[in-house]
């Protein structure tokens, strides 16, 4: 088992940026590869982006390329997300969720944080 805590979401104005953090704690945080994905009302949760358990591969979605970037930190068991040139269609819950290395899907999930992105 695997719990993750999102932080450092918040209000903040078109072209601003936000760190996002996410914690974890239980199993050993370098087995798995990280996300995080978002979801604003009214629509599906999609993905942002990803980075491997070893933090040398990431991936990005197109929405966010060159304006996000995800890295993460064995030694504290976190993740992060750095948000730049944030525009109001980012506004959303941001979540991050973990994945067995193995595994063809996320099997843990945080409980999001909202980032409110004014125009």
């Known amino acids: 088992q695997v719990q993750l805590v999102e932080s450092g979401g918040g209000l903040v104005q078109a072209g601003g940026s936000l760190r996002l953090s996410c914690a974890a704690s239980?199993?050993?945080?370098?087995?798995?590869?990280m996300g995080w994905f978002r979801q604003a009302p009214g629509k599906e949760r999609e993905f942002v982006a990803t980075?491997?358990?070893?933090?040398?591969?990431?991936n990005y979605a197109d929405s966010v390329k060159g304006r996000f970037t995800i890295s993460r930190d064995n030694s504290k068991n976190t993740v992060y997300l750095q948000m730049n040139s944030l525009k109001p269609e980012d506004t959303a819950v941001y979540y991050c969720?973990?994945?067995?290395?193995?595994?063809?899907?996320?099997?843990?999930w945080g409980q999001g944080t909202q980032v409110t992105v004014s125009s």
């Open positions: 980075v491997s358990w070893s933090g040398g591969n990431t």
């Open positions: 969720a973990a994945q067995g290395r193995f595994s063809s899907k996320y099997d843990f």
């Open positions: 239980g199993r050993t945080f370098s087995s798995f590869n």
